[in-house]
């Protein structure tokens, strides 16, 4: 495994870990590698709107959450500049939702990231497109305990 692979996969471990509203969600790191990030969970009742389908939150939550590691899994802390969704189509109850993050662009400073979360069936359920802005700090500090 590459040094990058390990810095990767340790800062996904950590993001899971640290990331109160994904722990709340039960959101599961299932892949990570520099520019890239998989996560999943499972749609439970505690997730529906009013019509009985998942709320666009949770699964604006768990595209937003792939995004967060794929942009961070360099090592530089990234945050969220722009971010949009589509949703093509619904989910329910019981599924397990996958969104799938990849990097499109990174430059110094930005980084441009796609993301697409899908059901069980393999059907989009959602589109994300999310740009981040990179800053200075590295993120072996925040893991670490040094920055606070």
Same mark, same amino acid.
């Given at each position: ?8 996969? +340790? ?10 509203? @994904?722990?709340l ?27 009985g389908?998942?709320h666009?939150?949770? !699964? ?6 792939a995004? @967060?590691v794929?942009?961070? +899994?360099?090592?530089r802390?990234?945050?969220? %500049?722009?971010a949009q969704i ?11 939702l996958? @969104?799938?993050?990849?990097?499109? +662009?990174?430059?110094g ?14 059907? %989009?359920? @959602?589109?994300? !497109? ?9 993120l ?7 920055t606070?």
């Amino acid at each position: 495994m590459s040094d990058q692979q390990q810095i990767s996969e +340790s800062i996904g471990y950590w993001m899971v870990q640290q990331d109160r509203f @994904a722990c709340l969600l039960g959101i599961q790191l299932d892949r990570v590698a520099p520019g890239y990030s998989r996560v999943s969970l499972v749609v439970t009742s505690d997730m529906l709107n009013a019509l009985g389908i998942t709320h666009g939150g949770v !699964t604006f939550t768990l595209a937003d959450f792939a995004f @967060a590691v794929a942009s961070n +899994s360099h090592g530089r802390a990234a945050v969220a %500049l722009t971010a949009q969704i589509n949703f093509p189509s619904a989910s329910r109850v019981g599924e397990r939702l996958v @969104a799938e993050a990849k990097e499109i +662009s990174k430059s110094g400073r930005t980084g441009l990231y796609n993301v697409e979360v899908r059901n069980t069936d393999n059907r %989009l359920v @959602a589109l994300f !497109t999310g740009t981040v802005y990179r800053r200075s700090d590295n993120l072996k500090d925040w893991i670490s305990g040094e920055t606070r």
